[in-house]
């Protein structure tokens, strides 16, 4: 059932591809259902991951929306926690009964784009935190929204999730869409020499529970 909470912005939602994809994850052959979404706006596409385990009736399905980070994801940088977070959630989506992955690729840099973070990353190297980077160059400190993530789970029928996540403005913005989060789940991932500093600020300056 769909909420009435749900703006019409859901009639413009592409509900494009469903395949099953075979993925290799630590040692183990998983086959994953797979859909790609897109909004209104082509440039919002979302690539979900659907595990499923014999999942009893009205299970409560583990969610991890992930913002999509071509440094961290792809070439696992040590300077943000996309990797490791990633992995995480991975490791419990694909353990649970019920588990999905909402991956989102237009949510790079917080939403300000690949060039863009590469900016900041040049101004952070001369002392800058990541919100005063991201403000030096004029560029929002958070631009994810969150609707195309919301609209996805409601279309899957999970209107109440379990949410993989440190960040509680994440899951403000995921109520504010109409999602019950029943449950938020942190991630614990290690930090490195060099997202010390990112992670002390999201800490300190955006209130993520690390
Ligand atoms: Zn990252």
Redesign the pocket.
Known sequence: MKSSAVKSVELDIDWAVQTVMPIEFQGRELHLEARAYQGVDPHCQAMVLIHRDNPSQGELPVVRVHSG?V???IFH?L?????PQLQASMEVITTSPLGVMVYLPYHEGRGIGLVNKIRTYALQDQGYDTVDANVAIGAPIEARDYDLAAHILFDLGYSRIALLTNNPAKVNALRAEGITVVEQRSLIVNASPYNKRYLATKKERMAHLL
């Not at 300077?79 to 990797?83: A, T, V």
């Open positions: 980070c440094t961290g994801d940088s300077r943000c926690d996309c990797y």
